[in-house]
């Protein structure tokens, strides 16, 4: 399985928070940054206990600016998205339990939140409420893209809707094998599978993957 060679690859991944306000909060540290940032960022907030609705709420304001910013650019934007989120978790405690919940009133309840797109939403359906939902961001698109899951031009990419649907009709419908695609997909087109000058030539997947044999063969003059 490509995954499983992936895994062999790169060894064991860090996953995004399981719990939901968590997640949203790991979701506004993730746009526009590194995830070398983003995680400085997410595990200052961590360190001043400032992880949930009502301590971020109550966190110093010195304190909060400072970890946030460790995210780079936008903090303003960022400290303005986590406290309108924080304000809605607090003021729907049902929120959490919505979101876990049936997949339609999560999504509803999603949209509502600050820089919650639809990857973010369905990284929140997947990581935080146990969906069966693969996330399709940039990377996830890119490399199914390059294996055969979709179209390679760039005018006529495929969708992530139709993505989505070629790769989990290979998967057991669990939300472990779900995590877990996802997870590895999106590291690898982020580490290896990159948009410009790919790693093809030690890429893991390169025997499975037609975008890679063809690139290797210029390269190599063939």
């Known amino acids: 399985m490509l995954v499983d060679a992936l895994q062999k690859f790169y060894g064991a991944l860090p996953s995004p928070p399981r719990d939901p306000f968590g997640l949203f909060v790991w979701e ?3 746009v526009h940054a590194t995830p070398r940032k983003r995680d400085a960022a997410f595990g200052a907030l961590r360190r001043i206990r400032a992880l949930t609705p009502d301590s971020l709420t109550r966190a ?3 304190k909060l600016e400072e970890s946030v910013a460790l995210a780079g ?3 303003e934007q960022r400290l303005q998205a986590l406290k309108t989120g924080a304000d809605r978790f607090r003021r729907v405690p049902r929120l959490a339990t919505v979101i ?3 997949v339609t009133p999560a999504r509803r309840e ?3 939140l600050p820089q919650m797109g639809e990857g973010g939403a369905h990284r929140m359906l997947l990581f935080a409420a146990d969906h069966a939902v693969l996330p399709v961001d940039a990377t996830v ?3 199914a893209a390059r294996l055969g899951y979709g179209s390679l031009d760039r005018k006529q990419l495929a969708s992530a809707r139709a993505i989505r649907q070629a790769i989990t009709a290979d998967l057991t419908p669990d939300p472990d094998v779900f995590r877990r695609t996802f997870l ?3 590291h690898h087109g982020a580490a290896t599978c990159t948009d410009t000058n790919p790693h093809c030539a030690i890429c893991p997947l390169l025997i499975e993957c037609p975008y890679g044999q063809a690139e290797v063969a210029v390269r190599d003059g063939r």
Do not use: A, E, N
């Open 100 to 102: 876990r919940g049936p």
């Open 110 to 112: 999603l949209r509502r």
């Open 73 to 75: 650019s936008y903090t």
């Open 184 to 186: 590895y997909l999106s």
């Open 141 to 143: 698109r890119r490399v």
């Open 28 to 30: 506004v540290l993730s």
């Open 60 to 62: 110093p304001k010195k």
